[in-house]
Structures are given as C-alpha cells and as structure tokens.
C-alpha cells in the first residue's frame, strides 16, 4: 500500500507541509504507523498546480521517481524552491507491480491528477477487462501496469469532466461488479485523491467496510499547531485542508478521521464530508 | 529504433563479444553507423542462458536498465564474469514510449527470449486492439507499454512454443492486416530474434520491403579475425554464429547480411536462411 | 566535454529557452554540432534561482540525475512549470569519471552555483594535491570525483565571494603551476560559468589557446528571433543574456562568439566581456 | 548503518543464500531486526568470485545499484544464475553520505574486496586527514565519499596485500589516534569483510566495545537447517562458512555470535575466531 498528502488552499512552499511536521510524509516513507507497510520505499511522486491561474495551461507538474522519497535529493530540492496552492504528493508501497516510473503517483490526464492508495483484489485476473472497460480513446494512454491507474483511467471514462463524485462512484461499481462476476468478494479497497486544479475530492471506500485510514485537517489555525514557529503557515485562508493517509504529526484536534464509505472537499466548502457509494457504470 | 546481438554456440565469456569487438554493440549505443539514430542510449537489457542444461530451470537471465550502456558498470561486470553459449542484447533508442525497464528489451515469458529493432507504425491508434488479440491468459504479463512487447505475446499466442517461424509469421500478418484495416498502408517494420535457449530465430521483415539492416556471421574461424588475440575464441564450434544488426568491425568475409523477408537460425543449421512472410492468424 | 546554457534577465518559464529553441540544449545532449562528443547522455543538471529576491535563502535549487536529459521527463515538468531570472542548465559527456549524481553540474555552495566544460589534463594524477589545496573546512563538500567540482572548490578558496574573476583567475593560475610541476604541458582547459544569484560570470580559457567554444546573445531582440511566436519573450529586459556553449539556433546575428581568454556577465552591464588570464594564487 | 553477509565454501547458486532462508538479507532490507535501521534502502552491492580459479584474472565481479534490494530485479536475476564458492552482499543504510553507486558496498581494489558496517565518528571534520593517509598512488581511486570506502583504502595502504588482520589493526588504529585528537571519545564503530577471493576475514569491533552484532553459521550440516529442501546446499564442504550481520532465520545452534574485539575466517580454518584489536599504524 502506500501514503498520501494532499493539500489545497492558500499558497505555500511545499517544503513546509512536506518536509517540516514532526512525522510528515517524508517521514512515513520509512516510519510509517497506520500503513500496511512501515515502509513505503517504492518509488514517489509529486504532482502542482502553478499560483497564478493564468500561468500555463492548466496541467499540473507532475515529477515521479523509483527510487524512495526520505533519500531523494532532487524531491528535496523542489519541496524547497515551489510554492503552489494545491499539491499533491505520494509515496509508493508496491503491492506487486513493477518499480517504474509509470506505476508512480500521481497520474495525470490533462488537467486531473490521481492518487491512491489501496488495491483491486486478483487485479491480474481482472486487468484485462478492467483495461477494455476504459475508453479506446484513452486506452493508449495507460503507461504503466498499476491497477490505481487503470482506476483512473475509467474514471475519466465514466464522466470525471462532469461529475467527479459520480464518475468515481461509477468506477467502483464497476470494480465491484466484476470482482464479484469473478467471484471476488471484495474486489475494492481505496482511499483516492483527484483534482482538477480547483478543488480537491478525497474518497474514503472499500467493499469490506475496512478502509485504509484517512484524515483530514480542521480549520488551519490547527494546522499551525503542527509547527507553529512557520511564519508562512501563518496567513492561511479559512477554508485551506490538508488530507492525509495519516496525521503528520500528534497535536489533539488537527486531525479528523474520513469515515468510511464518504468524501471530503478541500478548499472546504463548508461541510466537511458526504457519503460515497458505488454507482452502477 | 535499436541495436541488438545474438550469439550461440560454444559458450564464451560475454565480454569478449559485447565489448572487445572495435564496433561493438557498446560502441553502437554510442555510435551506431546504420541505425536511423546514432546513439542508442535509453536502455538496455542482456539475457543469458546457463552453460550447463542441468542447471537451473531452464530460464535465461535477464538484466535490464534504463541508462545508456555506454557508462553502465554492472553490465561490465556481469559482461566480465559471466559465460553463455547462448545470450541476447541489445540497446535501446526509444521510438517515444517511456524509458522503464519493462520497455527494455529483451522481455521474457517462461523459457522464452524475444528482442526487436522496429516498429509497428501507429502503435497507439492500434495498441488496444493488438492488446486484445493477446491470449487473455497472457494480458497481465504485459508490463510496459511497447510494440515489441505487444508483439511477443502476440507471437506467444500464435505458437511460438509449437512453431517458431509460424508464430512469427501470423504474429506479422495479424498485425499487418490490423494495420490495413485502419489505413497504414505500411504496418510493420521488424528485426526480430527470439530463443527458447537452445536456438536463435532472427527474422528480418517489413511491410514496405524495406527492413532496418540485419548481418549474420560466416562460419567462425572469421569470427575470429575480429579479434584474433583472443584465446578464448580460438576453439569456437563449427555453427557458432552472431546474428547482429550491424557488424561489429570491418574485416571483409566476415559479416554476410540477411536479404529482405528471410530468417536464419543460430547455432547453424547448415543452410544460411530461408524464406519468411507473414501468414494469416 | 559537455554543453551548457545559462540565462539571467527577465524571469522567464525555463521551458523557453531549455527546449523550445530549434537546437535547444536537449536537442545538444543528443546531438552537439561544437562539442568533443556528439552525444552529451552521462548526466544533467539544471539550477534555478527564484524570482522573487525575498523568498528563501537565497540558494538556488539545484536539480541533477544520472539519465540522458532528452528522455527525462521530470525535467520536462520542471522546465514547464518553473519561472526563473537566472538559471543554469548542463549536460554532461563524461570524459571518465562515474556516472552519479555528485558528479553532474551544477554545483552548489550556499549562494553560489558552478558549472563547467572542460578538463584538468591527468587529473587523476593531480587530483591528491588539487584537493590538499582546498580549504580544510570545504574539504568535506566534495561529494563527487571530478576536476569540475574541484575547481568549484579551490574558487571559492580563493575568494570567489569577494572577487569573482579574480578567484576563478587565481583557480586557474594554481591548476597551471601544479600541472606543469608535475610535467603536464597544457593543464586548463575551461568553459566555466559561476553565479551568485545576481549575476553570472562566463569564463573562456585554456592554456593551450584552444578553448571549448563559448557565445553569448546580443540584445533581447535578437534573442527573440529565435522563436519569434513566444509571448513570454516579448517583455525581456534590455541587459537580458543567454550565454551558451553553442548557439540554439541559426538566426543571423543572435549569437557572438566570446573570444579566447575573456569573461563576460550577464545581465549584461554595458560591456560585451573582459580580457581573463590566470594569476598567482 | 548496514546488513551484510559473506559466504565462502562450496559454490552455491547466491539465490539460495541470498534470497530463500526466511530471514535472508533481502528480507532484512526492509525489516531489519538487529540493525540501527529497520530499513536498509539505501543500496546495495554484491560481489563475486569466478568458480574456476583459471577463469579471468581473480578480480571480483561488483554489481551495485542505488535502489533498495528488495525489489531490485536485477538483483534477482543474478542471484539466480550465479554460482559461486566466495561472495559478499550488502544492503545500505546511509548515515548521511550521498545514495550514488560509489557510496555502495561492497568496494574493489585489484583481487580485494571489502565491505563494512558502522561509522567513523565526526567522519565529516576527519575526512581531509584520513584521505591524506592513503597512500597517494591510491587517493585517486576514491569515488564515493563514505568513510567506509576510506577504510578500505587506508587497510590497502597499511599493507592488506601482506597481512590482512595487522592491515585491519593499524587502519583501526589510524581511525582511532586521529579521532582522539580531535577529542572523540569513540572514533570507531565496525564490523567488516575483506577477501582476496581465497578467504574471507571479518572483524568486529568498536571502540566503545559496544560493536554491531556480527553471527557466523557453524558447520554446514546446521546451515542445512535454514531451508533443509534444497538439495544445493546437501553437500557442502565442512569448512563452507556463513558470515552475517544478523542471523537468516531462527533455527537454534546455527548461529554464533562473534564476540567483542575479535575476526574470523571462511572457509573455516579450524579455530573459530582469533582476537582483534587495534595497533599503532
């Protein structure tokens, strides 16, 4: 399995929500405490969206690497010098699959990134069909050998455009459906991050009720408790969220469990989550 | 496009015929005078088979990476220590896919061997549907996202294990009439070697009629004028052969090229070659 | 040997002046017209400072991998999404030593970064004493094998944070007389830029008089030629220079050859460059 | 800190030593039991001997890479199709030192090879002396920056070619003068292999007397005990002998805890193991 960060809201060095907490990503890429894995030494990624919304095209910067993230000078390097209002980032456990670029998080597919953490049970059994199920269109696309990626992928064929919640409801249906069909009784254990850019949507699901963990930040005058002698953490909007695999670091009352079966929003947006379920493809 | 090599015969030290040759494979990574690139440095792989048939399982090794050969010390090191009667390898200039190792040649399946120098024009408009012809059984073997990985399996599919040159030939003419159907007036350009440890298949086809260079040793006392200090090539058996895309030094008689639609066989048969034309799946 | 670039002036998206030039230094690492080798695959490195002079500490980010950059794609990434007013690029050709990453420019001091084409002659041989020559407390810095980084290091001994060409002069002066102590007739052989965030020195020397070439851009508008459709470089600075170890185009005009034994800066302050001779340490 | 293991007796398959006991060293790259780390993903290394003493010229093969062992194919590759009667593995830990190829263990100087785990205390403030006492003829073939690799050449300068244990003793002693004048309490921490491709010698020691464990197997019918089905290790010779950080597996009366201040030798040459301490260089 692996670890995740994702972060939207006012603008900040990515070094400081990173690097800097007492037990940060970076961190649980050899310490993990709640992952399947203490170690989560198999390849990295990191995925940004630019400050000014009128910079480029709108993609995210996506760098993604095999080696592990706590030795990786060049992650250190960017964390240091890029600023960005919604980052994503992710540290890889592989549960099988190739130590490859391509099997790295994020994906991304014009302007979407995709991370994940969790697994399709039997995916080698089901790869083949999972694969025909995504749009020919896109099909060329798949790069790698991951099931997170083909996730992705019919996600996007199942309406990311129009309706993130939905197209990801209808992916894990379909999961689910064929799983089931092949006598998986439960095919599906996922904690998603995706992002347009704008808005962050982070989905807490698994067939058996047992989702890997997921967190969430409340309001980011608790988010300074996590190292408050950072200046920069100290202008942060109202509405900026940190989600996260596992809490990075221990203060009470900065970090909320994401029930299972449910989905956040960061920018929040108000209330703090909703229910998720499968939806027929 | 690539550079590749296959040797069988007497078993002789890696070395002395990967590096020690004035235009060596190595050098061909760095300088290659036929290929249509000059430099063919994203990646590289070599496959050996054990010297004794009673040792292990019948599978070749096969290490592959994603550096230039040029600086790769491993590949030194094992080239410098390791003794085969039968090894591929091969230099990878990529055609636009990713430079992973499971986009390095050779790829492998049980016993079986397969490197390639070529393409399949428009692989990805046709990537899916070739991907679908393959066993389905096979599909999650697929690692990486190559033609010639694609057309492995396929060739898997076909019967390599029954027919070799068959295989090859519905393997050929199953893409070529996939090819046709979506318009590519010219679908397929191929060097092909493949081995189940005791033999080498090299097979020199394209659509257009007109195929990447592909030479063939003459019989090994001029083998040996490439290098004549070398005492370990003094005693080769009469059938060992190199199969190369181009030659690895200058001396006149040594080097025979393969004509356009043939295939020859390592170690020698007797005759030189024969006949090779895709047939229909 | 290797090729270099490095800009300072207005901030501009990497991607600019990195790739899309006709003969961008990534189409250099593949294909140099001017350099030693054709092929420049042992490495890369790019260093950026940021454009806002009150953000961080002032140190430039400083990103190497061992790769070919041409395949490299979290280069691409960085290049696309980062905006800088003074930064280096450079690819490596290997003339021995390892391919790793403490290997590949730029190098890195506090607030000063180095890059380098050239070679000390028998370094090997002269490597022990040029070492012993280096300020005890700078002695653990070096991280890597080559003459590059050592001379980086004796720079800065010598006063590289008082007196830029003075301290690359005195480098140089030193690397002539222990060569020629030790019989070696042409020592230096040197393109070398040096920056502190604020402004870039170019050197061009060698002690036989052969120097690797080194050209500099005339004015903005000239530099736009290049790729006349680029918006973002329409609003460059008057004093803005790119400085290269060959042009990245053929316009007419763009590019000056800086001549044997000089030095010039970029921003440009007026002058076009200034005579350099090696002086006693 | 690190995990290794040396092997020497009858030629084995590496895959059986390396990868099959329950505990092997691979598995100890990612969970470490008796190590500073749990994680050794820092590198690795492996190093063999030629079976046929006649075969090339007695110089170890060294294949080492970056990434962490257990999901190094390569390394899989080779394991499983090498034999050999003398070999050393090692998976790294970094305390600090850059992760590049000439950081990773084991090192190679001519027919010697050398391998290490612990620290030189304050190595950073004692690396300029250190390097200053290798022999000159030798400074040069410093690639890395790790103290480890330090020792090694300051053993091959205080004579290894003439006396292996007096050139480990006068190195410890070196290490340990020099660090106590510069007020170190405790300059060294050690546990080391060096072969010359006959024998292996390994010390264990620490100038706090609070060494790395370090365990040799006892005589080869126990060594059996590890994984009693394979039929390779049914007939090795009496003195084959297993070296090891920690133990491979759990079976009691395999393993013997080498005691504080003092080397053995493999093969056995009767004696377990003989006193160690550090003499004046």
């Not at 600023?83 to 992710?90: D, E, G, K, Y």
């Amino acid at each position: 399995m692996c670890r995740w960060l994702a972060y939207a809201g006012s603008p900040v060095l990515m070094d400081d929500v990173l690097y800097k907490p007492a037990h940060s990503l970076i961190d649980q890429s050899l310490h993990s405490k709640l992952g399947v894995e203490t170690t989560n030494g198999d390849g990295f990624g990191v995925g940004w969206y630019a400050c000014a919304s009128d910079e480029g095209d709108g993609e995210p910067a996506v760098v993604r690497e095999t080696g592990p993230a706590w030795s990786d000078r060049n992650l250190r390097e960017i964390a240091r010098h890029v600023r960005s209002p919604l980052f994503f980032a992710h540290v890889r456990a592989s549960t099988g699959t190739a130590t490859q670029q391509s099997n790295c998080h994020p994906f991304r597919s014009g302007r979407w990134m995709w991370m994940h953490n969790g697994a399709i049970t039997d995916f080698p059994r089901l790869r083949r069909e999972l694969c025909l199920a995504v749009d020919p269109a896109l099909f060329s696309s798949i790069e790698g050998s991951t099931d997170s990626e083909v996730m992705f992928y019919l996600a996007v064929t199942f309406g990311l455009d129009q309706d993130v919640p939905g197209a990801v409801a209808r992916m894990a249906g379909f999961v689910e459906r064929l799983g089931r069909e092949h006598g998986v009784e439960y095919p599906l254990q996922m904690t998603v991050a995706v992002s347009d850019g704008r808005r962050v949507w982070a989905f807490r699901y698994s067939s058996r009720g047992q989702s890997r963990s997921l967190f969430y930040s409340s309001r980011p005058e608790t988010v300074r408790m996590l190292h408050p002698n950072l200046a920069l953490l100290r202008d942060l909007s109202d509405d900026t969220r940190l989600i996260v695999s596992e809490p990075l670091g221990d203060p009470p009352g900065v970090w909320n469990e994401l029930p299972e079966g449910t989905f956040a929003m960061a920018p929040s947006s108000g209330s703090d989550y909703a229910p998720f379920r499968p939806a027929s493809a």
